[in-house]
């Protein structure tokens, strides 16, 4: 069975960090594209980030431009976790966080095929 689950979310102020984590169960990360969306209530589900390795040291990535250049998608092999390294961090960018998986490098969260239960963070003025 296919579990996976997110942490690290919190409260943080404007222009902080927080690093998320997104640990798998019952399946490897590295044989799937790994996407990360994010939500705030009455909307709908936003693409953030997805990733697929290619070799420990290649990968494809793609980003959000919202979040191009303060957000990276990163991954502990031994530990089966993937990481969103959120900086600089703005009050829009609060929402539920969630990891999930796929076989398609795609921006389409229709296309992913699990999903973790999501992580709250709150980036406050």
């Known amino acids: 069975q296919v579990q996976l689950v997110e942490s690290g979310g919190g409260l943080v102020q404007t222009g902080g960090s927080l690093r998320l984590s997104c640990a798998a169960s019952g399946l490897t990360f590295s044989r799937y594209v790994v996407g990360w969306f994010r939500q705030v209530p009455g909307k709908e589900r936003e693409f953030v980030g997805c990733i697929r390795w290619i070799s420990a040291l290649t990968y494809y990535a793609d980003y959000a431009d919202s979040v191009k250049g303060r957000f990276t998608i990163s991954r502990e092999t031994a530990k089966n976790t993937v990481y969103l390294q959120m900086n600089s961090l703005k009050s829009e960018d609060t929402a539920v966080y969630y990891c999930?998986?796929?076989?398609?490098?795609?921006?389409?969260?229709?296309?992913?095929?699990?999903w973790g239960q999501g992580t709250q963070v709150t980036v406050s003025s």
């Open positions: 999930t998986v796929g076989s398609r490098l795609t921006t389409n969260s229709l296309e992913y095929d699990y």
